[in-house]
């Protein structure tokens, strides 16, 4: 997309680089003056932050790794000397931990930017697949850096996790053991896991520069869904996206700093203070915040459907939740990019994100946990009066136990009075869990994708799409002037 | 090799030499595409005449352009078996740095681990470790066995009766009132406690799985039975583990 280069080598040095590594050429083609479309909004300054973001991880990580030491009777304690010993070790563990969780806070918006304009649609979906892809690294890798801490969370949490292999048949428990190391997480599994950990950002750091050269080949998507036709469509990269990221950037640094400073602990769990036990298990585990959507999907399939057990079910549907990504691209019928013009897919488009925000909620509930139920539980209990009369009496209580203890109460004064009881039956409220709420959400999450996404684009009727970019922002301004009229 | 170049014009090929060694589809393109878009059958069949025909390639290159279409060369042969020995070679150099993650020779030699029985008392147990794994080590009481007893051929995920539960590696029947399982549920592997659950047995809290006294799997998530580890009485109580 970008024409002939515009680049002008001006001191004689830059001649001579130029004519034997044209950098400074690559350079200023790419991002400065690369045409960006003129119409981006601040959803588009993302890219930026998340490049910074993996800065600031590999940064602060290789810092990190001169003081840490790999070793389950060491590990813990070289975290707390890095934390309280190691000059400035506070700020720079501080910003590693939260920043794994603003590089997450970043994708989501990334990714759910994509998904409302339409940016894995042709000719850009080798784009967004190399996007899942840094995606999926991110996940591997934000795992692997939890267990280094090995408090209570890393060490469950990775058990947890590597369990999740022994739902395929036969092979399943091969593949954990040869994951591990051996037959439990232990030394030789925090050793390697510390050697992946340093080595993922590194692949992360290829693939996003394919993820840019892809984008350089397609040029970028915006937020009117239609491709640059001309020069009147664009504005060079410098300084109008230069500026507009890096004002981004502060506002983000800013919430950084925020966290860093003043809230180091509001996104970790508390029991990851506790050093790693293996003989006891946290009474509720729970991975990540950037992980609860999937953890809810994976403890959603509480029953077997065939051969498919409850585990292996939850297993295959949470790699299909990222799975199902990769094919978007195909599954979205709709001949218009932006959602902006698409006023029906745009309702199920907010409702899918508030499904993905519910899930993160759900994933951090124990699955047990009562959302709504129909009454209160009923036991009525049959006696017989000291006359022979036949008596009854209730107990009643938000939970079975409340019940049963209004119900002994009852039964004691029954009895006081001299009847003899006979019989009780109990009646159980209907109860909507978090493990049905979940299942409600997944499935809602698959149908967005594989029903809502096809069916729409072959029949809702969309709005008038602009035919350029030039032309969409004049209408924009012809509705600012007359502001009863819809752009 | 220059595509669409005609054979035996060598009036500019740099590499004149070359063309004289029978590779006339070599030529066309990319030479190991003819063997390749082949059916396997043929595929064999090509790799064999390779052999036949190459005398003939040298001797006349020009007889060997007409017949050059699909028929395959001493060349693609040996393009085949270079590329098939190299995959050959790949695997065996990968295979070290896949392996080397496996469990190593100290974590195996772990693998056996020896406990005298007496000295859990009735209506207790310990944990110890195997392999690195908890393992329970419960001395049930008279209850507690027929309590397990009496739900032998109740329905379960899992179907075992009690003596099943509590079977040597060697086939042999154990003791009933010592029950060696590994500490770690079925499901995703948290630790259950015992006396949760409404099956005298454990509860695992993670997901709410529930075993009864014989540790199999009654309600909750997990799908199978506690894993009894393989173990035999080397004397009297003194069970060896692995
Ligand atoms: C994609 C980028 C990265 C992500 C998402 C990430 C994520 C994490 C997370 C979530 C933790 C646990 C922090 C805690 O709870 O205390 C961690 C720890 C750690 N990471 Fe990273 N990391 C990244 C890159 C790196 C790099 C490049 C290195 C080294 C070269 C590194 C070295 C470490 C070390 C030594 C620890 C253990 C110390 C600690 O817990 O603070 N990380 N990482
Ligand atoms: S790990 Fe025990 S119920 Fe899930």
Known sequence: MSGPSTYVPKSGFEQWLDKRLPVMRLMHDSFIDYPTPRNLNYFWTFGAILTLCLITQVVTGIVLAMHYTASVDLAFDSVQRIKRDVPFGWL?????????????????????????????KAPRELLWIIGVAIYLAMIITAFLGYVLPWGQMSFWGATVITNFFTAVPIVGTPIQQWLMGGFAIDNPTLTRFFSLHYLLPFVIFGLVILHVWALHVTGQN??????????????????????????SVAFFVLMFAAFVFFLPDALGHPDNYIPADPLKTPPHIVPEWYLLPFYAILRAIDFSIGPISAKLGGLLLMVGAIGVLVALPWLDTSKVRSMRYRPLARIFFVIFVVVCGALGWAGGQSPDKVIWQSSSFRIEGQATGPGGAAQTYVGAGVTLEAAEKAFEKEKAKVVAAGAAPQSSTVTTPFQFKVTQFSQLLTLYYFAFFLLILPIL????????????????????????????REA | MIKGETHGTASNDPRGGLKDCGDAPLARGLPIFPALRAKPAVKLRILVKSWGSSVANHASPAANAETAGDEPTRRDFIYVATGAMGAVGVAAVAWPFIDQMSPAADTLALSATEYDLAQVPEGQQVVIFWRGKPVFIRHRTPAEIAAAKKDDAASMRDPQTDADRVIQANGQPGKAEYLVVEASCTHFGCVPTFGGGSFGGWLCACHGSVYDTAARIRSGPAPQNLIVPPYTYTSGTVVKIG
Request: overall charge neutral; glycine content about 8%; proline content about 7%.
């Open chain 1, 92 to 120: 720079i563990q501080s910003i590693h931990a939260t920043g794994a969780s603003m590089f997450f806070l970043a994708v989501y918006i990334h990714m759910f930017r994509g998904l409302y304009y339409g940016s894995y």
């Open chain 1, 222 to 247: 915006n937020p009117d869904g239609v491709e640059v036709k001309d020069k009147a469509d664009t504005v060079p990269f410098t300084p109008y996206a230069t500026v507009k990221d890096l004002v």
């Open chain 1, 457 to 484: 684009g072959l029949r809702e009727t969309p709005g008038r799409v602009p035919e350029t970019i030039a032309k969409a922002i004049g209408a924009k301004h012809a509705a600012a002037a007359a502001p009863d």
